[in-house]
């Protein structure tokens, strides 16, 4: 089979840390071509490599089998490459249509901007995805993460390329949008597009992919055929040890009442919301993209203004004036938008983790020794990847930026947490050691809102699921029923009213 | 697993210091009495008016704002500061308070100068905050607005004080140093207290990193900006205190000109990103510096003053060019 990509030797230090080594490997035209690796272990320094956004410290590059040196992103799209990105490379101020043609926009004879031609082509591409709900005028900022998502998605194809490289593309995405993304990488693999594959979601990666290649702290382990490897053998060898499947034993817990909402909306996205909340409870909030489950986080954290309703912290009505009021109540919220509204790029892994509890360490001075030694604790408790304690977080990797994001939400030492996507883009690894802390926290009486789109986890930890669609609740399921086809049921409309 | 310190010392960081440096090897080698005890304090002294309302103006910038109206601000405050001075002065006059009264009428001009630096700094900010204008435009406009109502009152004119005992206190000398440099370094180390080791300085850093995780992250946005823009106005009216009893009178028409543009020029120059989101108090006393010790040689070397912006603009652009180089540097390698 003809081979698309070639690398030999490719290796990448930073500030001379070693993150990739002697990576040697033949990529297949028109294959499916999956990385996967702990968080940390140099995947997307890779593909950033191809896409011209690194260069490499040592190695060579042949493109199409000739020797080729990609410099820039330009020179990447120039030769047929696009990028997925991890985290999203849109300007927010713009609108979709704007972003889509960002560099590349249409022009008429005339030299003006060929606007029409371009609205009506991300119109196309955006209905291709079965997204036509985005507007190609709306502005990103006011896109939910799945659908800015979809917006990259489109971006990377609107150009013909020939090698499209897809950086955990499904971590913001609900079965219905994966499904939509898997029939597009057939399609294009089916007109000859090679593509990159990088996902924790081993099940996808062996749905989909051809074959995977598995990297640990920069090295190469393994090339492999996709039929020749199952998904346990995929976590041992990124892992490096057997790793035992499981979630952590549920213990419901019959406790008091301690957050109560009733009737809360929202115009135009929330709708009625009633539910009660019960100490060491793990709450899981299901649905597809749009259901308004973020929303709604943000409403009782009071990031939004409530039109009508009452939420309630232990039978009294909890009064939201500034964003401060429901973490002195006790409420912590950790964002699914990471980069947007989670944790601040440019600051260091110490500042991030205490900002929102910055109150504990300055009395009224900040002890920065306070902070730093906490900071080491969550490193050590979560694992966390990093060059320094005082690395920015844009020197981190996706799934240990996450880590820090969950650790910043914790360090408020809640009574009440909402958990939106909180395993976005972590290994599976890491995974079950989140798994085991959150059910360590309910069991200490700390009450759980879970919301996320993967509906293991969702089933695997949660005691009681309540499933959302267009703003509502529309149906509530005991721990003993969860099934994903029973709360898909739900989700889609096909029980519960509306 | 590993965690170590890194040991890569960072341009960023000590860029600005190393400029100064420079910059006074340079001159002391051009002409050695550049380096004189004197000369060196004399140019402190220059620069400690701007260079105090720049302390303030480093916050508002990695807030991710601006404030345009520092001059004009520091001529209303000053011509205030005038004018309670000798209505307090007169007042007591007839009861012949000797040095009491005297004290008495320079600390009602003072509380009346920085008085009004807060309210035109709280102006500023809650038209920023929750008027949402641009800060360029709300303080473009407030700009205008200070200097017409200063010139309306003092009828284009000069505010003269009618007593001498503040124009001492503008000349004095404490331990050698003039009184102005004294309270520059003070406010330096106080303010740089306020940036590194309180919240309100973490927020200021957050806010202007990255606005919507600061939200998130329960810091009240607008407070903190409005904060910003008070603490500015806290400097101009500090200023305006000492630049008024430095010359004893204040010009309704040239009091506070081109102050703003020092003031944001030092803050540059000391590295702070105009972008917002980091910054250094030190940093801006730094630039306050290199800018006080360009024009001292540009004048020694008899340059003449109309060519003196042309070098300033220079290094401001440069200043700015040399940080974007840097943060360049970072983003191909992020
Ligand atoms: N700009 C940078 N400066 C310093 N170190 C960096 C930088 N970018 C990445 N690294 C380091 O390189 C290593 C590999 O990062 P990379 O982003 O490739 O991981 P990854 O495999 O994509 O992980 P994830 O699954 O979490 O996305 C990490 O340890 C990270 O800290
Ligand atoms: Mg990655």
Redesign the interface.
């Known amino acids: 089979m003809e081979v698309i990509v070639k690398t030999e030797g490719i290796a990448k230090e930073?500030?001379s840390v070693r993150v990739l080594n002697d990576i040697s490997v033949e990529i297949r035209a028109g294959e499916v071509f999956g990385i996967i690796g702990e968080n940390g272990a140099g995947k997307s320094t890779f593909i950033k490599i191809l896409a011209g956004?690194?260069?490499p410290t040592a190695g060579k590059l042949w493109f199409d089998g000739k020797a080729v040196e990609i410099r820039n992103p330009a020179d990447a799209r120039g030769i047929g490459i696009s990028l997925i990105p991890q985290e999203f490379n849109l300007v927010s101020d713009l609108c979709v249509y704007e972003n889509i043609f960002l560099g590349e926009e249409l022009v008429q004879k005339n030299g003006f901007l060929d606007i029409k031609a371009m609205v009506s082509r991300t119109r196309q591409l955006l209905s291709e995805l079965d997204v036509s709900s985005i507007d190609p005028y709306a502005r990103i900022q006011d896109l939910s993460v799945a659908q800015k998502q979809m917006v990259e998605i489109a971006k990377a194809i609107a150009f013909d390329s020939r090698f499209l490289i897809m950086d955990e593309p499904t971590t913001m995405l609900t079965s219905k949008e994966v499904e939509i993304l898997f029939r597009l990488i057939e399609r294009l693999k089916a007109h000859g597009v090679t593509i990159v594959y990088i996902s924790h979601k081993l099940k996808e990666v062996k749905r989909i992919c051809d074959r995977v290649m598995v990297l640990r702290d920069g090295e190469f382990i393994s090339l492999e055929e996709i039929a020749n490897i199952g998904i346990d053998e995929m976590a041992r060898r990124m892992v490096g040890r057997e790793l035992k499947e499981i979630f952590p034993e549920k213990k419901p817990a019959a406790g008091e009442v301690v957050l109560s909402v009733h009737n809360l909306s929202v115009e135009g996205l929330l709708h009625d919301i009633s539910f009660d909340l019960h100490v060491g409870e793990v709450l899981g909030f299901a649905g597809l993209i749009g259901a308004g489950r973020t929303e709604l986080a943000e409403t009782i954290m009071g990031?939004r203004r409530a039109e009508s309703g009452e939420i309630s912290l232990r039978g009294k009505p909890l009064q939201l004036r500034?964003?401060?009021d429901?973490?002195h109540a006790g409420l912590s919220?950790l964002?699914e938008d990471r980069q947007?509204?989670?944790?601040?790029?440019?600051?260091d892994v110490v500042?991030n983790i205490t900002?929102?509890s910055?109150?504990e360490y300055?009395k009224?001075?900040?002890s920065q020794k306070a902070e730093i030694e906490k900071s080491?604790f969550y490193?050590d408790r979560f694992?966390i990847?990093?060059?320094?304690?005082?690395?920015k977080l844009?020197?981190l990797s996706g799934g240990n930026q996450q880590k820090v994001s969950l650790a910043?939400s914790i360090d408020t030492q809640p009574k009440i947490i909402i958990i939106d996507e909180p395993t976005r883009g972590i290994d599976v690894k890491a995974k079950r050691d989140i798994y085991v802390f959150v059910r360590g926290l309910a069991n200490a009486g700390i009450s759980v809102i879970f919301i996320s789109s993967e509906l293991e986890e969702i089933i695997g930890m949660c005691d009681r699921v309540l499933i959302m669609r267009s703003g509502r609740i529309v149906g509530e399921l005991p721990s003993e029923k969860l099934s994903e086809e029973e709360i898909m049921y739900f989700a889609t409309g096909i029980k519960g009213g509306y | 697993?590993a965690?170590?310190?890194?040991k890569?010392l960072s341009l960023d960081k000590y860029g600005p210091l190393i400029a100064l440096v420079a910059l006074v090897i340079v001159s002391t080698i051009l002409y050695p009495r550049f380096i004189e005890i004197r000369n060196l304090l004399n140019i402190l002294r220059q620069v400690s008016y701007t260079g105090i309302i720049a302390l303030g103006m480093t916050f508002v910038i990695i807030s991710g704002g601006i404030d345009l109206s520092v001059g004009s601000m520091t001529a209303l405050a000053g011509a205030f500061a005038i004018l309670t001075l000798n209505a307090v002065t007169q007042g007591l006059m007839m009861f012949s308070p000797g040095w009491l009264g005297t004290l008495l009428s320079i600390l009602a001009a003072a509380a009346v100068s920085i008085v009004i630096g807060l309210a035109a700094g709280f102006v500023n900010g809650f038209l920023v905050t929750k008027g949402r204008i641009a800060p360029f435009i709300v303080t473009l406009g407030t700009m205008a607005i200070f200097r017409s109502l200063t010139l309306y009152i003092g009828k284009a004119g000069e505010f003269r004080s009618v007593s001498s005992s503040y124009g001492d206190m503008g000349m004095s000398v404490i331990l050698g140093i003039p009184l102005p440099v004294w309270i520059f370094f003070i406010l330096a180390a106080l303010l740089s207290?306020v940036l590194?080791?309180?919240?309100f300085g973490?927020?200021v850093?957050?806010v202007g990193?990255?606005e919507?995780?600061?939200?998130?992250?329960?810091?009240?946005v607008d407070k903190v900006r409005l904060i910003s823009y008070v603490i500015v106005g806290l400097m101009v009216g500090i200023t305006a205190v000492l630049i008024s009893a430095r010359l004893n009178s204040l010009s309704s028409t040239n009091a506070g000109k081109d102050y703003e543009m020092d003031a944001i020029a030092a803050v540059v120059i000391g590295g702070t990103a105009m972008t917002g989101?980091?910054g250094s108090v030190w940093g801006s006393v730094i630039g306050a510096m290199i800018l006080g010790i360009i024009n001292n040689m540009l004048n020694m070397l008899g340059v003449s003053p109309y060519l003196q912006g042309l070098v300033k603009g220079i290094v401001i652009i440069g200043a700015v060019s040399i940080q974007r180089g840097w943060f360049n540097n970072g983003r191909?390698?992020?």
């Open positions: 930073f500030s956004l690194y260069q990031l500034k964003p401060w429901a973490v919220y964002s947007g509204s989670g944790i601040i790029t440019s600051f500042k900002l929102t910055l109150r300055a009224p001075f900040i080491k490193v694992s990847k990093i060059p320094s304690l005082f690395a844009e020197q910043k | 697993m965690v170590s310190i890194p890569k207290f590194n080791r309180t919240k973490r927020y850093c957050a990193s990255n919507k995780v600061a939200r998130y992250s329960a810091i009240n989101g980091k191909t390698e992020k």
